[in-house]
């Protein structure tokens, strides 16, 4: 990333943290019948080690003139922290009460082993899957079965471990909300 255009902002984990930020975006009203209302973008970011602390800057490509809405997801050994915020120009504002959830890994002693998870996406509520130990997203495989004439998705997921699950959604009062979970993978 040599040369990175528009607005950044930079947080520091401690250590044995690991945080991604996703921005939300809303789509155009023209589009919403074909796509979903929400989708989320996972920020670039850039490391820097200071000492056993990880400065992470993120960098956000367009500034909207309402402000960025961002989704922050912080990942410990056991639980994930979730907080939301906006990027408004120069200044990001966070949620004062963050969410922490809780999950639990099981042992597994075979850890390349993997088990391919079959499912009927549906595109207007996207999902992500995230693997807490790396905070890597897992993306689904997608291919069209002509037998059931459906578009449907494969992912490498491993055994005996959990993944954290999100979506966004859009409540009552018409503001979004996460909806977050972690799934244990079994044989």
């Known amino acids: 990333m040599d040369s990175i255009q528009g607005k950044h902002f930079s947080i520091t984990d401690p250590e044995g ?41 993120f960098y956000v490509s367009e500034q909207k003139k309402e402000g960025n809405q961002i989704v922050i997801l912080s990942f410990a050994k056991d639980k994930v922290v979730i907080n939301n915020g906006i990027l ?3 200044k990001v504002r966070i949620s004062k009460k963050p969410m922490p959830f809780k999950f639990d890994t099981i042992y597994s002693e075979s850890s390349n082993v993997y088990k391919e998870v079959n499912y009927t996406p549906n595109l207007k509520r996207p999902i992500s899957i995230i693997d807490p130990e790396t905070t890597e997203e897992i993306k689904p495989t997608l ?11 494969k992912c490498k997921l491993k055994p005996h471990k959990s993944y954290f699950v999100f979506e966004i959604r859009e409540d009552s009062n018409n503001k979004f909300s996460l909806l977050g979970g972690s799934p244990t993978i079994t044989d």
Do not use: A, M, W
């Open 17 to 57: 943290v690991n945080t991604v930020i996703y921005q939300l975006n809303r789509t155009e009203k023209e589009f919403l019948k074909d796509y979903p209302k929400y989708t989320v973008e996972r920020l670039e970011h850039t490391d820097e080690l200071i000492g056993n602390l990880s400065r992470k800057t």
């Open 88 to 90: 408004e120009e120069d």
């Open 143 to 153: 291919y069209f079965d002509e037998q059931t004439n459906e578009v449907k998705g």
